[in-house]
C-alpha cells in the first residue's frame, strides 16, 4: 500500500490549504485513514481521522470548525481542507491508512507554512 499526498505550500494567517492522498489500494487494513502533522520540536499528532464505518471523523480539538477531512472512494483519494490557518498549524503533514488500533502505512508527508 503506498500512499501519495500534495497540496502543501505556503499560506498567511487566515488562509487555506487543501492537501490531498492518493492511496494505491484499499483494503479491511485500511478502513482508518487520517492525517497527521509534526511541527518542529513537537511529537505527531493526529489531526483528523475518518473511518470506512461512516462514523463522525474525529478533529484534534486544535482545529475543529477550520480543517475538514473527506474521501472519495471511487478516487481513493483523501482530502484536508484547511481553514483560517494559524501559525500554530505549520508543520508536515502525513497521510496515513490502517486500523483503528494503528496506522500501518505513511505517505513521505508534505509541508505546510503559515506566515
Known amino acids: 500500500v503506498q500512499l501519495v499526498e500534495s497540496g502543501g505550500g505556503s499560506a498567511q494567517a487566515g488562509g487555506s490549504l487543501k492537501l490531498s492522498c492518493v492511496i494505491s489500494r484499499r483494503s479491511s487494513s485500511t478502513a482508518c485513514m487520517g492525517w497527521f502533522r509534526q511541527a518542529p520540536g513537537k511529537e505527531r499528532e493526529g489531526v483528523a481521522i475518518?473511518?470506512?464505518?461512516?462514523?463522525?471523523?474525529y478533529y484534534v480539538d486544535s482545529v475543529k470548525g477550520r480543517f475538514f477531512i473527506s474521501e472519495v472512494d471511487a478516487k481513493n483519494s483523501l482530502y484536508l481542507q484547511m481553514n483560517s490557518l494559524k501559525p500554530e498549524d505549520r508543520g508536515v503533514y502525513y497521510c496515513?491508512?490502517?486500523?483503528?488500533?494503528?496506522?500501518?502505512?505513511w505517505g513521505q508527508g508534505t509541508q505546510v507554512t503559515v506566515s
Open positions: 475518518i473511518h470506512t464505518s461512516g462514523v463522525a471523523p
Open positions: 496515513a491508512a490502517g486500523r483503528p488500533r494503528g496506522f500501518a502505512y
